[in-house]
């Protein structure tokens, strides 16, 4: 069928994350991921102990570099690993493995200037918690925008607090909109992550976690997977059966729903999650990522549907 959705060249019916650098910057532009040894809130002890109920001790982030090794290391070790395959492609540093603002604004300073105009990059990308963005934060970020393409990443997974207690969020719906829109009022682009699968979440609770997100002014989004991995609290609610994944069919079909209800405008940076063949217990199939992608591309063409197709319905 021809694909007539506005904000793609090609088979796409969403606003992928290539399509948006492409336009933007023209050309292929690769995030490195980055681990800078932070910690994160509910771990520590500051809001509770454990972590999320799904995140490895790596703290989401598997494909970042080793904390041991200095950060410019690591970056330079990223970009060797994909200059083969994409040998003119521009960098983004990708702040990832656990709550990259979780530290007073001297030690963040440290980490992010030296990637802020690094020659070969296009900005920087920031993950954090919407609980761990003060105003003195907030207001340095704000800098880093005036100089650079600043992205920061807000990890929610879902607007209901009561999947948030159960997955050991500690922090509350109300605290991500609040964050959102400080971020917005300072010219700082938004990307939210969300999660399909969460336990005891239907399928009526992930797309009304879509409405509300849409209804907030945020720029791009990520929706994952639940995979469950060793060594979590989750897996071992897996292991005790207190856990059902997703079906790939199940999964496919929530993710069109959702596309349906975003914003056509919104980049969707992410469209499935990829955990560590290592270390997954399930769902198995979610390791065949190309597979699963082209299971939504193929069920958007059979609906004839796009992006947006029912937003604000």
Not at 31 to 58: V, W
Not at 103 to 108: C, G, I, R
Not at 201 to 214: P, S
């Amino acid at each position: 069928m021809k694909n007539s959705f506005l904000y793609s060249d090609t088979n796409k019916r969403y606003h992928t994350l290539d399509y948006a650098n492409r336009r933007r910057y023209g050309g292929r532009v690769v995030k490195i991921p980055l681990n800078a040894g932070f910690t994160c809130p509910n771990i520590d002890g500051l809001r509770g102990r454990g972590g999320c109920t799904y995140c490895s001790s790596q703290g989401s982030g598997e494909h970042a570099g080793d904390p041991a090794l200095p950060l410019m290391e690591q970056y330079r070790r990223g970009i060797e690993a994909t200059r083969s395959k994409w040998p003119e492609a521009r960098y983004i540093p990708y702040f990832q493995a656990h709550t990259n603002t979780y530290a007073p604004v001297e030690v963040l300073r440290r980490c992010f200037e030296p990637f802020v105009g690094l020659e070969g990059t296009v900005g920087l990308s920031i993950a954090t918690r919407a609980d761990c963005l003060p105003p003195e934060t907030l207001d340095y970020l704000a800098t880093i925008a005036d100089r650079t393409d600043l992205t920061v990443e807000l990890g929610l997974q879902s607007a209901f607090d009561t999947t948030g207690e159960r997955i050991n969020r500690c922090h509350s719906y109300a605290e991500f909109q609040a964050a959102v829109r400080a971020l917005h009022e300072r010219g700082i682009r938004v990307c939210v992550h969300l999660i399909d699968g969460l336990p005891e979440e239907d399928r009526a609770m992930m797309l009304e976690t879509v409405r509300r997100v849409a209804a907030e002014p945020i720029d791009a989004i990520k929706l994952h997977l639940l995979y469950i991995i060793a060594g979590t609290e989750m897996g071992r609610q897996y292991q005790a059966g207190l856990v059902r994944p997703l079906t790939q069919e199940e999964y496919v079909a929530i993710v069109c729903d959702q596309l349906e209800l975003l914003p056509p405008q919104v980049v969707v940076e992410r469209i499935t999650g990829d955990g560590e063949e290592a270390t997954l217990l399930a769902p198995l199939w979610s390791l065949h990522k190309r597979r699963v992608m082209n299971a939504i591309d193929k069920e958007m063409a059979r609906r004839d549907s796009w992006q947006g197709r029912k937003w604000g319905e």
